[in-house]
Structures are given as C-alpha cells and as structure tokens.
C-alpha cells in the first residue's frame, strides 16, 4: 500500500506565493521521479513540473522562473513553491511519483488527493 498526501494549497493573492508539499508514505523500495500536475474543469490535467531522483528538473512553459520543485529523499516528500502567482495558476494541484515497491519490481504512477490552489486578481 503507497499513500500520497498533499499539502499546502489556499488562497492568495495575484503575485503571492504558496508552497505545496507531498509526502509518500507505505511500503516503498525507491521513488524514480516526483511531479506536480495541476487541473481546471473542463481541461486536461497538465504536468507543471517534474524532478527526476538525480535532480534534474522540467517546467512548463508557463511557470518558469516562478515555479521550483525539489524533493526530500530521506523523507520521501517533494515540493513546489509557486511564487509570483497569477490568477491563471488556480487549479486543483495534484503529485504524482513513479514508485517500485519492491527491489527489482516494476514501478508504478501514484497520485495525491489533490489539493485546491486559487489565486484571487
């Protein structure tokens, strides 16, 4: 059993900042790469950022120079501090981590609850 739970959405205003958080919890034998994705009614879920278990980082066109994501190995977690906030960042944001349970097992794609980002104009 692998658990993802999201934290860290709210409120804030046009250019405000929020930092979410996302832990892994459960049995869990290595964590590949780490995400965030992010959805409005109506439209596809969108990847926003992706950091892979060396480090190397991806970010959507739209968020660059705004966005950081980074990850905890030791505490199985990943971030994304948005700063600079636009009201076209109100999504429902959720993680997303290629997980292996087991040693030499395949992995598999888990996602969070998702938690509500809205940024007020």
């Known amino acids: 059993q692998v658990r993802l739970v999201e934290s860290g959405g709210g409120l804030v205003q046009a250019g405000g900042s929020l930092r979410l958080s996302c832990a892994a919890s459960?049995?869990?034998?290595?964590?590949?790469?780490m995400g965030w994705y992010r959805q409005v009614p109506g439209k596809q879920r969108e990847l926003v950022a992706i950091?892979?278990?060396?480090?190397?980082?991806n970010y959507v066109d739209s968020v660059k120079g705004r966005f950081t994501i980074s990850r905890d190995n030791a505490k199985n977690m990943v971030y994304l501090q948005m700063n600079s906030l636009k009201p076209e960042d109100t999504a429902v944001y959720y993680c997303?981590?290629?997980?292996?349970?087991?040693?030499?097992?395949?992995?598999?794609?888990?996602w969070g609850q998702g938690t509500q980002v809205t940024v007020s104009s």
């Open positions: 997303n981590v290629d997980i292996s349970r087991y040693s030499g097992g395949s992995s598999y794609l888990y």
């Open positions: 950091i892979t278990s060396g480090g190397s980082t």
């Open positions: 459960g049995s869990i034998f290595s964590i590949n790469a």
